[in-house]
Every structure is written in structure tokens, then in C-alpha cells.
């Protein structure tokens, strides 16, 4: 069964915002089974849309013209799989992971904003 601790979400929290200190996040537990992280505020521009879902398997092709992006993003997620791992297969379903991870930016009622940081 899946499932995220409280104190692995805030060590999680910890080591991101201490990685991104001028960028804002919503980094919460869902279900006891799934991490979010959505970065609503960053002082590169992530996206010109309001909100997107992050598919961490393809950040590499989805961002490859654009490194800082994707540097940043595949940092976050990163951090975000540390201890991650199958803990059991299922024949419907497959690989059965011990938690869960989902990255967006913005959420879908808080924009995403780029706000450089000034020198």
C-alpha cells in the first residue's frame, strides 16, 4: 500500500524551499499516498500559461530547449523521488510505488507568476 509520512512531506519541504529559496510553493500530502508540489512563484519564466501539470518522466524532452527550465524542474523532482521505490507488483496494475509524486505549475485557482529577483 502506498503511503508518504508527514515527516518525509516536511523534509521534502525543507530541502526544496532550501533549493529554490526566492521561489514560492504549495507542497502538500494527498490521500497519505501522493506528494504535490506546485510552484506558484519562480524568478525564471516556467511557462507563459497559467498552470501546468509536470509529467516528471519527460521533463528531459518536454524542456530540452530551454536548460534553466529544465535543470530546475528535473532538481525538484529530483528531491521530490528521493526514496521512492516499488514495494509491490500487482497484475493489473503494475508496479505498485510507495508513494506517489505530481509536479504542476500554478495550481488551477493561483496562476503561476514570474517575478524576477531584483539585484
Known sequence: MSYIS??????????I???????????TREHYSSLNVVILEADIKLTDKENVSV?????????????????????????MMRGKKTVST????????????????GKWNKPFVFKRVKL
Open 6 to 15: 508527514t515527516e518525509d512531506v516536511a523534509t521534502k519541504r525543507k530541502e
Open 17 to 27: 524551499k532550501t533549493a529554490f529559496p526566492n521561489w514560492k510553493f504549495s507542497i
Open 55 to 79: 509529467n516528471q518522466y519527460y521533463i528531459k524532452e518536454h524542456y530540452a530547449d530551454n536548460k534553466e527550465v529544465r535543470d530546475a524542474l528535473q532538481s525538484i523532482v529530483d528531491i
Open 90 to 105: 500487482d497484475g493489473d496494475y503494475g508496479n505498485i510505488p510507495n508513494f506517489y509524486v505530481n509536479l504542476e505549475i
